[in-house]
């Protein structure tokens, strides 16, 4: 007998409830979801609700994590027997077949669709004083002069395709397949993640790395940020509470320039325990013209290494170049310790891939790995 699923559905309560003797006990309600999540609200209105219908108690359990799995876990090892029952969104629940290797459960054999409780539309909803009329409007790649102007809306995969990111700022091309996985990808936003400004994330990083300028709307003006003022803490943007991250503008790069991306996960799709973003140019002669070191999971916010990036200007591009420079990179960044690794650890990766991604950087602007 399957276990009773409610996916914002409630069906099977019906035919168990016309028992003479079911409910004879409380009812639970499963949300692997947090408190105040859109779920949990739905839920507990249900629950309201029905409890006086059926004449027992029905209590919402909130059990997040795990993308939804902990809790579902727990509805499929209880008792078939009406009394404790699942709620969560259908899409989460599709897509974490897709994102995990193995799952705690068989979704289809372990749980049985009640009914659907609710559904509705997202809308976006701006000020009158905006000038924008669609999402559509929000979501573009085009060049701009030389520069390359993206919708806050533009979704991660569109960049990761996208011909004219690949040919001219292929640092960008080179970082999005890092972020999480497909799934993610094919849904997240280049805008989204640059505003939540998370310190281990790649997009915001490499937006600093690239000297990026974040075009804002508020309701009585327009103004463009650098990247370099933007970032002010974990989570923290230079964005007013009325204001609106409408693009992302991306300067070209030097002509020949070459760019490196590096990170390490403790797998892949995880954030980076460290990630170095490089770019480097140079003369005939072979000294360094233009440089640019990034890094995420390295501080607060995400780093440039300013510091390194004057002791690469004008200096021979050299392994003994790049190995004063990751010393002197070491001197700006500021890692802390967690669970993924410990601050000294962090500092060693940022070496080893400090000079790893200048090498690759200058084999690139010399052409050596075509």
């Known amino acids: 007998m399957r276990r009773l699923c409610l996916a914002l559905m409630l069906l099977a309560v019906a035919p168990v409830g016309a028992r003479a003797e079911y409910p004879d006990r409380p009812i639970r309600f499963i949300v692997p979801q947090a408190a105040g999540s859109a779920t949990d609200t739905v839920a507990r209105i249900v629950a309201a609700e029905l409890g006086p219908i ?80 669609s999402v559509a409007e929000l979501a573009s790649v085009r060049p701009e002069g030389r520069s390359l102007a993206i919708g806050a809306l533009t979704r991660q995969r569109t960049l990761e395709r996208d011909a004219l990111v690949a040919r001219d700022w292929p640092l960008l091309a080179e970082a999005i397949p890092h972020i999480a996985h497909e799934p993610i ?36 003006d327009a103004r463009e940020i650098a990247a370099a003022d933007f970032f002010l803490g974990p989570f923290t943007t230079a964005l007013g509470d009325s204001d609106v991250l409408t693009e992302i503008v991306l300067p070209v790069l030097p002509d020949g320039a070459g760019t490196a991306f590096c990170e390490v996960a403790r797998r892949r799709g995880d954030f980076a325990m460290v990630a170095v973003a490089a770019v480097l140019a140079v003369n005939a002669a072979r000294e ?39 010393a002197a990179a070491a001197g700006e960044l500021h890692p802390g310790s967690d669970v993924h690794a410990s601050a ?21 602007a010399l052409r050596l790995d075509a």
Do not use: W
């Open 344 to 364: 000294d650890f962090r500092r060693h990766l940022a070496d080893r891939l400090t000079r790893r991604a200048l090498g690759t950087a200058l084999s690139r």
């Open 54 to 133: 059926l004449g027992t108690t029905v209590v919402v359990d909130d059990r997040p994590g795990g993308a939804l799995t902990l809790g579902l876990d727990l509805v499929a090892k209880s008792p078939p027997d009406g009394y404790t029952i699942g709620m969560g969104p259908i899409g989460a629940l599709a897509i974490t077949r897709h994102m995990m290797a193995k799952l705690p459960y068989v979704i289809e054999r372990d749980f049985q669709p009640i009914a659907m409780i609710t559904r509705g539309h997202l809308l976006l909803a701006v000020s009158p004083s905006l000038p924008f009329n």
């Open 185 to 220: 990808r094919n849904r997240g936003t280049i805008g989204g993640s640059v505003a939540h400004a998370d310190p281990s994330a790649e997009l915001p990083m490499i937006c600093l790395t690239l000297d990026a300028r974040m075009r804002v709307r508020g309701p009585s």
């Open 288 to 326: 360094i013209t233009f440089a640019r070191l990034g890094y995420a999971s390295m501080g607060a916010t995400p780093l440039r290494a300013l510091a390194a990036e004057n002791e690469l200007t004008g200096a021979p591009a050299t392994a003994e170049t790049f190995e004063r420079a990751a």
